[in-house]
């Protein structure tokens, strides 16, 4: 081996000596993980330096400087649920039409003593109608100039639909899961005959010019201290073979602190994918089990947290083949969710869940670690069990970490939740017609769920902001975002 080394050129064994130190550290880090989980962890470990677990949350000056400037060149190329008990209120802003009914027959020698008011929620279908703009021409006296009335800003240029219209296709199609096919019935009711194939071009255009807000959405996302990280599968047509459809995937980034969510999708499941938005992140990184995730991990300024949710579906897995001992796991990790739950119920600051977690928490990871620890030399590795306890294993800082800070979620379900309407929409429209379209679709439902995340109408969103994004300046672009949409039209 020393001489294969000698042979070796200087560059080539600086890389040789880089690999191995970097093994060293590791196998070194998984050795503290496991005394960790032999003899509990220390609660000094979670309180640390405040200045080393503070989340970042501002990107450099001269990134947003470059930022700005390719959103501004991008722009002139493109242009509660309510808790109900009995019958449910009805809403105070909707318009009210009054039918005013009094008792057949003579009235003449009655006197009225009062009313009885019976309310019900009714609606009529969509309305279709055509906004006609009639500009007036003006010469001057002398015959020298012409004015005309200026035409407003139109989201395609000389093309049919307004920005309602659009609107409510989008919002149909991929938030409320209506293929544009069935759309397309629905005007056919209406005697509105519109080709597929134009509805299919209204919709792509409309997406384009969502690009320069997707890409300053991308931007922002990158500089967030706290993400969340999952993935899901959508079928695209594949170009290269008629009727074949390749399997893609959506790479879905959630930040849990101002509740920003970003979908990009890729071809590929490779670990490679994640580099685009993961090469510089700095901060708490929060994914399941995926070992692409894994090398991002273990990067220096990356605190890596593991998924508890994940963790406990596979102790759920083994109720069938060890209960007793799947059963011990669950009942321990459902004292960590009840911890959980006080906190939310009492509305804690960050800084007092926290405190909870290391006083109550840290005691029931120190136990669960030390049972693990002893239990998984009795399992066989291939039986559930013992696949279940392999996985906390793996990752018991991870899991721990947590408690880092009070700001951190125990799991990914905040993340899962936002993926929830591709797979229904999934269900509906079945593909995306190309590698484009899927893209384009993921900027889509990036904002849509945005809009859920702060409670803010999809429709009333997307139609401001189709009328405004061609017109606004580039250093405004952020007002356009869902979650600024309540403040800037006053609704």
Partial sequence: ?????????KDDLLKVISSRDEKIEYLESQLAMLRRMQFGQKRERFEGDPNQTALPFEAAAVEVEQ???????KIEYTRKRPNHKGRAKLPEHLPVQEIEIHPEGDLSDMVCIGKEITEELECEPAKFYIKRYIRYKYVAKNGEGVKIGELPQRVIDKGIPGAGLLAMILTGKYADHLPLYRQKQIFARENIQIASSTIEGWTKEALIKLEPLYEQLVFDTKTKGYLQVDETVIKVLDSDKKGAAHQGYYWVYHSPLDRIVLFDYNPSRGGHVPGSMLDSFKGYLQTDGYAAYEKYGRKKDIIHLACWAHARREFEKALQNDRARAEKALLMVQELYKIERRAKEEQLSADRIKELRLKESLPVINQ???????????????????????????????LSAYLYDGNLQIDNNLIENAIRPVALGRKNYLFAGSHEAAQRAAMIY??????????????????????????????????????????????
């Fill in 446 to 491: 990036s904002f849509f769920a945005i809009c859920k995340k702060h409670e803010v109408n999809p429709f009333k969103w997307l139609k401001y902001t189709l009328l405004n994004i061609s017109s606004i300046n580039h250093k405004n672009l952020k007002d356009l975002y869902p979650q600024n949409f309540k403040k800037s039209t006053d609704l």
């Fill in 1 to 9: 081996m020393e001489t294969a080394l000698e042979n070796l050129s």
């Fill in 368 to 398: 669960m670690g030390k049972w693990i620890f002893e239990e998984i030399k009795n399992t066989l590795p291939k039986s559930q069990i013992g696949k279940a306890m392999a996985y906390a294993y793996a990752r018991w800082d991870a």
């Fill in 67 to 73: 930022q700005q400037e390719e959103i501004k060149q």
